[in-house]
């Protein structure tokens, strides 16, 4: 968005704003003899997108009126009008009776400050004084980067307080661990699920960060330069929530980097829910059959009455593909623009708005999904002694009874080459048959096989093992006190 200082006035002579009583020109047109087409004007207009920040707009433009007229520069009278004014504006936007209009301006800057200094006259006019749409759309990006971050910790903190619920609920449940996709060691599934609850804890500390980066206050900062109006920048800073101004005005309008931010956080964790939506995909599968999505979560077929598809998940996994791209079109945008503002920064607000919505999203539907799906602990436990998961713990024993670990992993790598030749579990062999490939093994040696032996055994502080995944759980139930703490703040 082009610098706009036209209509800028000083209230100390109480002039009246720039091209009063001549026909209507835009708000940056006192320069120019001509106008661009209006297939530029489209082209170059950001209103139908950033018309979303209207609320972050009105609250920067009352903050910024309040302070012009407690630092003299407006009347309280104008202040008044401007405030009032705005309010209307609000009210009307609110109810879906204000008129947007991108052939008459070009943001959402231009199409509110228009509006109202037709309504209120030449104070309105005067809002814009020691301002610049640089500072403005800055201050808006801000705020609304602020709110969606609050929208988003929201968000993945209900997202937590399912995992922790089905954590519990499904204790003591095991199943098959994967590596490579190929069956591995026996855990709990409350462990498994708790994997996701900490991918969500990261993601909720990398969305804080980014709200910190966006909670400083760029008003103030004009074109680039600062302004020879007396300005009370902490003032505005202050009224709006920020925790204080930034430092650099040259920085303060050019800046992107709380929004790349937001879209690394949001890209991250929807990458998380992605690896969430994998595997729901694959455990619904027949073939797996670990769990059943519920019926609201599920679609059918146009043409095979028998098909329940996770469509939801499907979805969600491949929306990942945008939120990842709309952090790398953000990076390549700043990577090339010399300071301060240039154009190519309008490109800042769809990505945000893009990454945001489908995190958001993704977060509900996930948050869904997970609440109602119904794991089938028989087949998990069932799938749990397919593979040969006990080989490590056979492995284990052997080398309890003093044969070193590489030794001991070859012997139970020839038992289970000849367990798959020959179509058996390592749990129906018999003593004798395992003394055949080693003296060590003796009867308490199928103890070593038994799957929630093997599971409870895991007891190294984060392991599945029962009593590790009870200190885990306790843990997962503090840090999620501390995340709604947070939110309540």
């Given at each position: 968005m082009a610098d706009s200082k036209a209509k800028e006035v000083t209230a100390t002579n109480g002039a009246q704003a720039a091209g009063e009583g001549t026909e209507p020109k835009p708000l940056w047109g006192g320069r120019f003899s001509a106008?661009?087409?209006?297939?530029?004007?489209?082209?170059?207009?950001?209103?139908?997108?950033?018309?979303?920040?209207?609320?972050?707009?009105?609250?920067?433009?009352?903050?910024?009126?309040?302070?012009?007229?407690?630092?003299?520069?407006?009347?309280?009278?104008?202040?008044?009008?401007?405030?009032?004014?705005?309010?209307?504006?609000?009210?009307?936007?609110?109810?879906?009776?204000?008129?947007?209009?991108?052939?008459?301006?070009?943001?959402?800057?231009?199409?509110?400050?228009?509006?109202?200094?037709?309504?209120?006259?030449?104070?309105?006019?005067?809002?814009?004084?020691?301002?610049?749409?640089?500072?403005?759309?800055?201050?808006?990006?801000?705020?609304?980067a602020r709110d969606l971050a609050d929208e988003v910790l929201e968000a993945i903190a209900k997202m937590q307080a399912v995992v922790l619920e089905r954590a519990e609920g499904e204790f003591g449940v095991v199943m098959p661990g994967y590596t490579h996709m190929q069956p591995a060691q026996p855990v709990l599934l409350s462990h498994h699920l708790l994997a996701y609850f900490w991918m969500l804890d990261r993601d909720f500390r990398r969305f804080q960060a980014a709200r910190a980066a966006a909670n400083r206050c760029p008003l103030g900062s004009a074109a680039l330069a600062g302004t020879t109006y007396p300005l009370d920048r902490q003032m505005t800073s202050a009224a709006l929530g920020f925790d204080a101004a930034t430092n650099n005005s040259m920085d303060s309008?050019?800046?992107?980097?709380?929004?790349?931010?937001?879209?690394?956080?949001?890209?991250?964790?929807?990458?998380?829910?992605?690896?969430?939506?994998?595997?729901?995909?694959?455990?619904?599968?027949?073939?797996?059959?670990?769990?059943?999505?519920?019926?609201?979560?599920?679609?059918?077929?146009?043409?095979?009455?028998?098909?329940?598809?996770?469509?939801?998940?499907?979805?969600?996994?491949?929306?990942?593909?945008?939120?990842?791209?709309?952090?790398?079109g953000l990076l390549m945008t700043v990577k090339g623009t010399p300071l301060t503002y240039d154009k190519d920064l309008q490109e800042d607000k769809e990505p945000l708005f893009d990454a945001a919505d489908t995190v958001l999203g993704s977060l509900m539907a996930c948050t869904g999904m997970l609440a109602t799906c119904a794991f089938k602990d028989e087949r998990l436990r069932e799938a749990s002694h397919e593979g040969y998961m006990a080989a490590t713990d056979l492995a284990d024993y052997l080398v309890g009874k003093g044969l070193p670990f590489r030794q001991a992993h070859a012997v139970v790598g020839r038992i289970v080459g000849d367990c798959v030749r020959e179509g058996v579990t390592l749990q129906q062999l018999t003593t004798d048959e395992l003394r055949s490939y080693s003296e060590l093994f003796e009867g308490d040696a199928h103890a070593a096989l038994d799957i929630d032996n093997i599971v409870r055994r895991r007891t190294t502080y984060g392991g599945t093992g029962h009593d590790a995944v009870k200190v885990q759980l306790e843990e997962a139930k503090a840090a999620y006190g501390r995340n709604e703490a947070a939110l309540a703040r």
């Open positions: 106008a661009p087409t209006g297939e530029l004007e489209r082209f170059g207009a950001s209103l139908p997108f950033d018309k979303r920040m209207w609320r972050q707009d009105i609250r920067g433009s009352k903050a910024h009126a309040a302070m012009l007229a407690h630092q003299g520069v407006i009347s309280a009278e104008d202040e008044r009008l401007i405030r009032e004014g705005l309010d209307e504006i609000a009210g009307e936007i609110e109810r879906g009776e204000f008129s947007f209009d991108v052939d008459r301006d070009e943001d959402i800057h231009m199409a509110i400050e228009r509006v109202l200094t037709e309504r209120v006259g030449p104070a309105g006019g005067r809002l814009h004084t020691g301002r610049s749409r640089n500072d403005q759309t800055a201050v808006d990006t801000h705020m609304i309008v050019s800046d992107r980097d709380y929004l790349l931010d937001f879209i690394y956080a949001a890209s991250v964790c929807q990458v998380h829910l992605s690896r969430l939506c994998e595997e729901l995909v694959i455990w619904s599968t027949a073939e797996f059959a670990f769990v059943e999505m519920d019926d609201a979560h599920s679609t059918g077929s146009s043409i095979m009455p028998q098909k329940k598809n996770p469509d939801f998940a499907e979805l969600v996994r491949g929306k990942s593909g945008r939120v990842a791209g709309d952090l790398m």
